[in-house]
């Protein structure tokens, strides 16, 4: 037993019914106007720039900073920045560093960097 035939019929899509003929929907073309002409980019130049550092005297070291931690850790630093949750600090030899924000003495690092001309500032750090 199948499916009577009118019923076949209804349940069809309408491209297979006989007779059946789509619609033809034609949009109309937009017109465009010209594109602007563009410039062709500027050719890449290789340059040198030469940068005149003043002249250091003899035996003058960079100005470091000092870090010291709760564990009674030193650590001497050039360069400090806050990195989320931790300081992260570079070495004079150029070593990075890395410690944790509460992990910081920061009256003792205060102290100790308070004869120094670029001590790094903890006290606006937020915990």
Known sequence: MGIPKLLRRRLCW????????????????QERGALPALEPPLPVRPAMHEYKWPESKAGQTVT?????????????????????????????EGAGGRSALDSIDREATRS?????LQSPDLSDLTR
């Open 112 to 116: 100790a960097n308070a004869k120094t």
């Open 64 to 92: 470091s900073s000092i870090i010291i931690s709760k564990n009674g850790a030193v650590h001497s630093a050039i360069a400090v920045w806050l990195d989320g949750n931790a300081i992260r600090y570079l070495t004079p």
């Open 14 to 29: 309408p491209e297979l019914l006989p007779g059946y003929d789509p619609p033809v929907i034609l949009a109309p073309e």
